[in-house]
């Protein structure tokens, strides 16, 4: 079992930032993809972003240009910042760690944090 423990949600209006932390396990940066996942009431859960072991990363187009994916292995801590936020935006982001997975943002990661709240007010 791999834990991820996700921190840094909150409430902001239209055009602000928040950046999300999640704390994961060392070994999981060494060979792990890493992502971030959302989830919307009524919908479906939508990969944000994913960072793979060799740095590549991959973005969900609705993001583009206004999230970024990054890692801190010295701290265990993989991040999302988020920048220029839209009341779309508002969702449960999740933290999610995979083994054997290639760069990917399908929600088919094996391991997935209990989620932090973001919400946008328009």
């Known amino acids: 079992q791999v834990q991820l423990v996700e921190s840094g949600g909150g409430s902001v209006q239209s055009g602000g930032s928040l950046r999300l932390s999640c704390a994961a396990p060392r070994y999981t940066f060494a060979s792990f993809l890493m992502g971030w996942f959302r989830q919307a009431p009524g919908k479906e859960r939508e990969g944000v972003a994913a960072?793979?072991?060799?740095?590549?990363?991959k973005y969900a187009d609705s993001v583009k240009g206004r999230f970024t994916i990054s890692q801190d292995h010295a701290k265990s801590t993989l991040y999302l910042e988020m920048d220029s936020l839209k009341p779309e935006d508002t969702a449960m982001y999740y933290c999610?760690?995979?083994?054997?997975?290639?760069?990917?943002?399908?929600?088919?990661?094996?391991?997935y944090g209990q989620g932090t709240q973001v919400t946008v007010s328009s």
């Open positions: 960072i793979d072991s060799d740095g590549k990363i």
């Open positions: 999610a760690a995979d083994p054997g997975l290639e760069l990917t943002l399908e929600p088919i990661f094996g391991y």
